[in-house]
Structures are given as structure tokens and as C-alpha cells.
């Protein structure tokens, strides 16, 4: 379990960390989702450059083999999103504190399959 440590971004509070990020008490956020889709990734593909992080979402697809062939994976990717490192750090901050409360309530995510398997 993680400590807040008051020097550590992510452990502030959010009216704390837009503070720091801005300079400013008080944001008025306004949000329009009026062309807002919703899609489903199972997996993803992050790559970036000196200035930007591109980062793919889509489905892992298993493909039957042909015959006698290697069974096979397909990446479909279904979107792309690109950012910048000051957003990306803060999408990284962010998530991390999201998985961490889910954990907390529900219990440790075990990322081996192998060891998530029901004999």
C-alpha cells in the first residue's frame, strides 16, 4: 500500500495537482461530449518521439492456424492517440491512481495468467 507523501504528484489531491500545474486555485472545466464513441482494447501499442507519444488501442485477435501451421495473434488496431509528454505523464499518473483504489478495494491485479487459472 502506497503512503501520500506530499512531494509525490500523484498522491495530492486533484484541486492540489491543477494548482501545480497551472498556478491557479480554481479551473472551471466544461466537457463537450456531444461526438463522444466508446471502443473496447484488450491491447495496445505505444511508441514515441522526441516531441510526442503515439499510443494504438484495438483488439488481440486469435486466428486458428492453418494446418500444420504456427497459431497467430492479430493486432487490430481501432484507434490511435497522440499527446504530448506533459499529457502523457499525466494520463500515466492518473491511471496508476485509478488501478491503485481498484486495488485496494478488490484486491491485488494479477498480471500472470498462469497464475490467475483455476485448476
Request: charged share 25%; glycine share 6%.
Given at each position: 500500500?502506497?503512503?501520500?507523501?506530499?512531494?509525490?504528484?500523484?498522491?495530492?489531491?486533484?484541486?492540489?495537482?491543477?494548482?501545480?500545474?497551472?498556478?491557479?486555485?480554481?479551473?472551471?472545466?466544461?466537457?463537450?461530449?456531444?461526438?463522444?464513441?466508446?471502443?473496447?482494447?484488450n491491447?495496445?501499442r505505444?511508441?514515441?518521439?522526441?516531441?510526442?507519444?503515439?499510443?494504438?488501442?484495438?483488439?488481440?485477435?486469435?486466428?486458428?492456424?492453418?494446418?500444420?501451421?504456427?497459431?497467430?495473434?492479430?493486432?487490430?488496431?481501432?484507434?490511435?492517440?497522440?499527446?504530448?509528454?506533459?499529457?502523457?505523464?499525466?494520463?500515466a499518473?492518473?491511471?496508476?491512481?485509478?488501478?491503485?483504489?481498484?486495488?485496494?478495494?478488490?484486491?491485488?491485479?494479477?498480471?500472470?495468467?498462469?497464475?490467475?487459472?483455476?485448476?
Amino acid at each position: 500500500m502506497a503512503v501520500n507523501q506530499p512531494g509525490n504528484p500523484s498522491e495530492l489531491p486533484i484541486e492540489d495537482q491543477a494548482q501545480q500545474q497551472t498556478g491557479q486555485q480554481q479551473i472551471r472545466l466544461r466537457v463537450d461530449e456531444r461526438e463522444l464513441t466508446t471502443s473496447y482494447a484488450n491491447a495496445f501499442r505505444a511508441n514515441g518521439t522526441a516531441e510526442e507519444v503515439m499510443l494504438d488501442f484495438g483488439l488481440n485477435l486469435v486466428g486458428q492456424p492453418a494446418q500444420g501451421g504456427q497459431p497467430e495473434i492479430l493486432f487490430k488496431v481501432n484507434n490511435r492517440v497522440v499527446m504530448n509528454y506533459y499529457s502523457a505523464k499525466r494520463l500515466a499518473i492518473t491511471l496508476s491512481q485509478i488501478i491503485r483504489r481498484h486495488e485496494e478495494q478488490f484486491g491485488e491485479l494479477e498480471m500472470d495468467v498462469n497464475k490467475r487459472r483455476k485448476s
